[in-house]
């Protein structure tokens, strides 16, 4: 009976750390890490990030739902994608869906991606970041003037300006850095 217990505890604890290491992109990853999943999976995908990075920041695919992907990158979507033509050809528009969609949030063990995900899960599709429940709650204390009224800002959908490890899918309040407010957080 004892035997029974110890297989049944053996193999609890396996499942349990393999699903853990599944979610990292690697086991190293998982065991050496102390940063374990906290934001979002950086942009992998080269062909991702220099079609969408060279017009704005490459937003992760964890920060949306594949639905709302799937509405972003239409063929006719792009055709006036938030006030500017970024159409692309056939073959690209479907490898940066796939990719898109493939690393939504709710595909992704990221932390602020699975928060996303439960958050969109229901009602329509964002289309916009920044419609975001999540990001406009931890915004709404920083003064309009620091965003907005900022040369170098001008919007939150502008990530990489204050948030100094964007690319690397970390958005911590400790690595932000608003320019021209050195001491925003004082």
Same mark, same amino acid.
């Given at each position: 009976?004892?035997?029974?217990?110890?297989?049944?505890?053996?193999?609890?604890?396996?499942?349990?750390?393999?699903?853990?290491?599944?979610?990292?992109?690697?086991m190293?990853?998982?065991l050496?890490?102390?940063?374990?999943? #906290?934001?979002?999976k950086p $942009?992998?995908?080269?062909?991702?990030?220099?079609?969408?990075g060279?017009?704005?920041?490459?937003? *992760? =695919?964890?920060?949306? =739902?594949? #639905?709302?992907?799937e *509405?972003?990158?239409?063929?006719?979507?792009l055709?006036?994608?938030?006030?500017v &033509?970024?159409?692309?050809?056939?073959a690209?528009?479907?490898?940066?869906?796939?990719?898109?969609?493939?690393?939504?949030?709710?595909? +992704?063990?990221? #932390?602020?991606?699975?928060?996303?995900?439960?958050?969109?899960? !229901?009602?329509?599709?964002?289309?916009?970041?920044?419609?975001?429940?999540?990001? +406009?709650?931890?915004?709404q &204390?920083?003064?309009?003037?620091?965003? !907005?009224?900022? !040369?170098? $800002?001008?919007?939150?959908?502008?990530?990489?300006?204050?948030?100094?490890?964007?690319? #690397?899918?970390?958005?911590?309040?400790?690595t $932000?850095?608003?320019? &021209?407010?050195?001491?925003?957080?004082?």
């Amino acid at each position: 009976m004892l035997n029974k217990f110890k297989i049944a505890a053996l193999m609890i604890g396996a499942i349990l750390f393999a699903s853990a290491a599944y979610a990292e992109d690697s086991m190293g990853e998982w065991l050496l890490s102390f940063n374990r999943m #906290k934001g979002v999976k950086p $942009v992998t995908d080269k062909q991702y990030a220099k079609e969408c990075g060279d017009c704005h920041f490459a937003y *992760q =695919p964890g920060l949306l =739902p594949a #639905k709302s992907w799937e *509405q972003l990158l239409t063929a006719d979507a792009l055709q006036k994608h938030f006030g500017v &033509n970024a159409e692309l050809d056939p073959a690209t528009r479907v490898a940066i869906l796939d990719y898109a969609v493939n690393n939504a949030a709710e595909t +992704s063990w990221y #932390k602020r991606s699975r928060k996303i995900a439960v958050a969109t899960e !229901k009602g329509p599709a964002p289309l916009r970041i920044t419609e975001l429940r999540y990001i +406009s709650r931890v915004h709404q &204390n920083i003064p309009e003037k620091m965003i !907005k009224g900022n !040369k170098d $800002v001008k919007s939150l959908s502008q990530c990489n300006a204050c948030h100094t490890q964007a690319a #690397k899918g970390v958005f911590d309040s400790d690595t $932000v850095n608003i320019p &021209n407010y050195p001491n925003w957080d004082d």
